[in-house]
């Protein structure tokens, strides 16, 4: 039972790895393409300051993949375990990796870094500190524009620090959607299961970007 856990969960792992690698092969043949075809030049190091906010995204929806691949063999509570990993990692990435690679980008520009970031790269510390200053000393006219972080609504600041937890807790939901559509598609055919698989993969992915989207208005 230990040993079939074990090739389960490297299932899952493994299974969330490709799909996340393959998204991501995608992104960068469309980069490297979009690049010379529009005319302009490829910076790989450019491309590698998004990389951290690509994985944290795609991950949770990676696990839909994983708890399919597994569903056979990993019991409900082995998946939510290897899904709240997943959370853990793409939060990271989202709410600290991604946001310190761009300060890092804008650094390396030699951006006016005060203007556009007062309180240093927009992790969730830096979030609050904004929301707050803004609070303390709200603006005539709220606005969005970059330049202007101490004119963002406090709301939109809170959209912002939530965005990161809502999307990372996507893991688990994901894992689960994909454990019971495993189990719930196995007695239809080949083509059937596959079709109906991805129906429902695509399905909760669009749900979920369309709340999460809401939760942004």
Same mark, same amino acid.
């Given at each position: 039972?230990?040993?079939?856990?074990?090739?389960?969960?490297?299932?899952?792992? @493994?299974?969330?790895?490709? $799909? &996340?690698?393959?998204?991501?092969?995608?992104?960068?043949?469309?980069?490297? *393409? #979009?690049? !010379? =075809?529009?005319?302009?030049?490829?910076?790989?190091?450019?491309?590698?300051?998004?990389?951290?906010?690509?994985?944290?995204?795609?991950?949770?929806?990676?696990?839909?993949?994983?708890?399919?691949? @597994?569903?056979?063999?990993? $019991? &409900?509570?082995?998946?939510?375990?290897?899904?709240?990993?997943?959370?853990? *990692? #793409?939060? !990271? =990435?989202?709410?600290?990796?991604?946001?310190?690679?761009?300060?890092?980008?804008?650094?390396?520009?030699?951006?006016?870094?005060?203007?556009?970031?007062?309180?240093?790269?927009?992790?969730?510390? @830096?979030?609050?500190?904004?929301?707050?200053?803004?609070?303390?000393?709200?603006?005539?006219?709220?606005?969005?524009?970059?330049?202007?972080?101490?004119?963002?609504?406090?709301?939109?600041?809170?959209?912002?620090?939530?965005?990161?937890?809502?999307?990372?807790?996507?893991?688990?939901?994901?894992?689960?959607?994909?454990?019971?559509?495993?189990?719930?598609?196995?007695?239809?055919?080949?083509?059937?299961?596959?079709?109906?698989?991805?129906?429902?993969?695509?399905?909760?992915?669009?749900?979920?970007?369309?709340?999460?989207?809401?939760?942004?208005?």
């Amino acid at each position: 039972m230990r040993s079939e856990d074990r090739k389960s969960g490297l299932g899952f792992t @493994a299974s969330v790895a490709i $799909s &996340v690698a393959g998204v991501l092969l995608l992104l960068l043949v469309h980069q490297f *393409v #979009s690049g !010379f =075809l529009g005319g302009g030049i490829w910076r790989p190091r450019e491309v590698l300051f998004e990389l951290p906010g690509w994985i944290g995204l795609f991950l949770p929806f990676a696990a839909f993949v994983g708890g399919l691949a @597994a569903h056979a063999v990993l $019991s &409900v509570g082995s998946m939510v375990k290897r899904a709240a990993m997943i959370a853990v *990692v #793409s939060y !990271f =990435l989202l709410a600290y990796g991604s946001p310190m690679a761009f300060y890092r980008d804008y650094a390396s520009r030699e951006a006016d870094l005060t203007a556009l970031y007062p309180f240093g790269p927009p992790t969730p510390r @830096a979030l609050l500190a904004q929301r707050s200053a803004v609070e303390a000393n709200p603006p005539q006219t709220y606005s969005f524009r970059v330049g202007r972080p101490l004119e963002h609504p406090p709301n939109w600041l809170t959209y912002l620090l939530h965005r990161a937890i809502v999307i990372a807790g996507f893991s688990v939901l994901a894992g689960l959607l994909g454990h019971r559509s495993g189990k719930l598609t196995t007695g239809l055919s080949p083509p059937d299961r596959r079709n109906a698989r991805w129906a429902l993969g695509l399905a909760s992915s669009i749900a979920f970007f369309l709340a999460e989207a809401a939760g942004g208005e």
